[in-house]
T-cell receptor, first 110, second 116 residues
Framework: QKEVEQDPGPLSVPEGAIVSLNCTYS??????FMWYRQYSRKGPELLMY????GNKEDGRFTAQVDKSSKYISLFIRDSQPSDSATYLC??????????FGTGTRLKVLA | KAGVTQTPRYLIKTRGQQVTLSCSPI?????VSWYQQTPGQGLQFLFE???????NKGNFPGRFSGRQFSNSRSEMNVSTLELGDSALYLC???????????????FGPGTRLTVL
């Protein structure tokens, strides 16, 4: 079992929809949770960074961490075609190593 | 501020050859990490360098090695290439070492390596 699991998709939604992207993790030591967005032929860019449990909002994006169920979510409101990309979740404990999910491909249809 | 740059962007090699990839971090960043990205395995951590010293290493064979120079630029070398080494190699820089609790990392565009 991988330490961070993510549905690869693809996920297709109409423009304006609310998108929900999810990951599960197995290591209870993870305290730091991140979401990256990766466009085709580009490197990942950091979208959201969360420490421990709770919600964090930034514009149209909301990250949610539930440590009791080891569940990480990213919500995108009013999705746009420019949001079409691969979304990677990542987790880390106090030591260096980041563990990434395999990514979910999202396509927002105009 | 310029982002993380990686050269070359694309590379085609044959089995048995060796390859060297280069990464220039964001100015002022002293930590450089390398990752391998493949469709099946996703992003996997190779190693991290900070102040010219390897701080952490992932679960990759010894054919994968790296180094960091005094200006924080880093190179990654893969010897005796195998077909399975075909991947996107990404480097990421951060100001400090010490993990996710210390600092966030910023990725370069990657080098796509194809091994024939």
């Amino acid at each position: 079992q991988k330490e961070v699991e993510q549905d690869p998709g693809p996920l297709s939604v109409p423009e304006g929809a609310i998108v929900s992207l999810n990951c599960t993790y197995s290591n209870s030591a993870f305290q730091y949770f991140m979401w990256y967005r990766q466009y085709s032929r580009k490197g990942p860019e950091l979208l959201m960074y969360t420490y421990s449990s709770g919600n964090k909002e930034d514009g149209r994006f909301t990250a949610q961490v539930d440590k009791s169920s080891k569940y990480i979510s990213l919500f995108i409101r009013d999705s746009q075609p420019s949001d079409s990309a691969t979304y990677l979740c990542a987790s880390a404990s106090g030591t260096y190593k980041y563990i990434f999910g395999t990514g979910t491909r999202l396509k927002v249809l105009a | 501020k310029a982002g993380v740059t990686q050269t070359p962007r694309y590379l085609i090699k044959t089995r048995g050859q060796q390859v060297t990839l280069s990464c220039s971090p964001i100015s002022g960043h002293r930590s450089v990490s390398w990752y391998q990205q493949t469709p099946g395995q996703g992003l996997q951590f190779l190693f991290e360098y900070f102040s010219e010293t390897q701080r952490n290493k992932g679960n990759f064979p010894g054919r994968f090695s790296g180094r960091q120079f005094s200006n924080s630029r880093s190179e990654m070398n893969v010897s005796t290439l195998e077909l399975g080494d075909s991947a996107l190699y990404l480097c990421a820089s951060s100001r400090t070492s010490g993990g996710a609790g210390a600092d966030t990392q910023y990725f370069g565009p990657g080098t796509r390596l194809t091994v024939l």
